[in-house]
């Protein structure tokens, strides 16, 4: 349904015929980490995102999955390690 209480308009699957079913009955404003991600608009009351109801959970534990602006960067092992018994045995049969 649409919302029709902080983002006017918006689709959100909180929303219902009674109101917002979020806790507490709105969502909550972006916080300093959301500076430049391409899911947050400006609303009438202020900037909010448009994928999730409360940003500052998404940034609890490090990088908001949902975020645009910020990738997480995970360390990648290039070499593998190799057993040396296999190792012997593979060149031993060549």
Do not use: D
């Not at 919302?3 to 009955?25: D, H, L, N, Q, R």
């Not at 899911?39 to 908001?64: D, F, M, T, V």
């Not at 092992?77 to 593979?90: D, G, M, Y």
């Amino acid at each position: 349904m649409r919302c029709t209480s902080i983002k006017p308009g918006v689709e959100c699957a909180f929303m219902t015929a009674k109101g917002c079913g979020y806790k507490g009955g709105l969502c909550h404003q972006v916080i300093e980490q959301c500076t430049g991600c391409g899911r947050q608009g400006e609303h009438s009351s202020g900037w909010y995102c448009n994928a999730c109801p409360e940003p500052p959970l998404k940034w609890r534990n490090g990088i908001c999955n949902l975020a645009t602006h910020a990738s997480a960067n995970v360390a990648t092992e290039t070499k593998q390690k190799v057993n040396p018994l296999k190792a012997s045995k593979r060149a031993a049969g060549k």
